[in-house]
């Protein structure tokens, strides 16, 4: 059963802006080291930050938690399986506000925009 659902859209050239900027300062207060790791190693990196950084809030809105106590970017770490499925791993606080409910996601972008989806179900 469906319980809630988040959307985001991330402009890929305003968010490589904010990269250019802030530089890895940025980065690592995002981003996990794996993310970090995973986008790297694309041919343009900031289409990989910007889709997994729409997730992030994707996530956030459908969960109803913004930024708080024990909650910051990193806490929501976008990982792919062998085959490239996208999926999250979630920090402890996150995890304790959705309980036993499942976090689905997905994932697109072109050159310009990125945008994701979250969906949070119960068990």
């Known amino acids: 059963m469906i ?22 300062r940025f980065l690592r207060r995002v981003f996990t080291p794996w993310e970090i790791s ?4 694309k041919a343009f990196p900031e289409q990989s930050y ?3 950084f729409a997730v992030k809030e994707a996530v956030l809105k459908a969960v109803g938690s913004g930024f708080g106590k024990n909650i910051r ?7 792919n399986d062998r085959e490239g499925k996208p999926s999250v791993k979630l920090g402890k606080r996150i995890s304790e506000l959705i309980g036993s409910g499942k976090i689905l996601i997905s994932i697109s972008h072109t050159h310009r925009y ?8 119960e068990d």
């Not at 319980?3 to 890895?24: L, M, Q």
């Not at 970017?73 to 990982?79: F, N, R």
């Not at 990125?114 to 179900?121: E, G, K, R, S, Y």
């Open 3 to 24: 319980k809630a659902v988040g959307i985001d859209i991330v402009e890929i050239p305003r968010f490589k802006k904010a990269i250019d900027r802030w530089g890895e």
């Open 50 to 52: 910007a889709a997994r």
């Open 114 to 121: 990125a945008v994701a989806q979250a969906i949070l179900t």
């Open 73 to 79: 970017w990193t806490s929501i770490e976008i990982v």
């Open 38 to 41: 995973y986008c790297e190693e």
